[in-house]
Structure formats: structure tokens, C-alpha cells
């Protein structure tokens, strides 16, 4: 998978959350995921190219996505390392999926 995500001030993300691909319509069910500790640290303020592999990606407790379905949910969660800040601006751009 690769998408294009935006981060404001990549330094005030703290090292935990998720980004998610489904077939169920619904976080937690049928998804991939990656976590965004190792990924975070990897990120600069503006825009970042992110490229997630599937061969790397956690499979949820109920066997992963059902290819056959098809995408139907994309998440990225995450925390900032502290509650006073200013607002922070984040973006994705042009998601796709595409063969290596």
C-alpha cells in the first residue's frame, strides 16, 4: 500500500497508534495493520511517502482481510506525546495498492 501522509510537527507524535486496511467496513475485523512505532520515527514534518508492505503487515485475531471482498476501511490512529499543544495538521493523499 502507499500513501502520501502529511504531519504538521512530526517531533509532538508519540510513539504508538495504527494504520489500518480492511474488509470488513470496520476497524479490528479482517484488517492488516502496521504499527506506527517504527514508523513515526521515520516521519519528518511535511509530507511523507509512506510504503507498507503486506508481506510485514499484523493480520487481526480473526485470519486478516478477505482479498476476495476487497478494501473497504483505511484508519490511521494515533496520540500526540502531550494534551498542550497547538492544533496539529495532518493529511493523506493518494492512497493506492499496487503490486512491488
Request: no cysteine; hydrophobic share 35%; aromatic share 14%.
Amino acid at each position: 500500500m502507499k500513501f502520501w501522509f502529511y504531519v504538521e510537527r512530526a517531533a509532538d507524535l508519540k510513539l504508538d497508534g495504527q494504520i489500518e486496511l480492511t474488509s470488513s467496513g470496520e476497524s479490528d475485523k479482517k484488517e492488516y495493520s502496521w504499527n506506527l512505532e517504527t514508523l513515526i520515527p521515520t516521519l519528518h514534518d511535511g509530507w511523507n511517502e509512506m510504503l507498507l508492505n503486506f508481506d510485514t503487515a499484523n493480520l487481526s485475531g480473526d485470519g486478516g482481510p478477505d482479498l476476495s471482498a476487497g478494501f473497504n476501511f483505511f484508519r490511521i490512529y494515533f496520540w500526540t506525546k502531550d494534551k498542550t499543544h497547538t492544533d496539529l495538521k495532518v493529511g493523506i493523499d493518494d492512497i493506492r495498492v499496487q503490486e512491488k
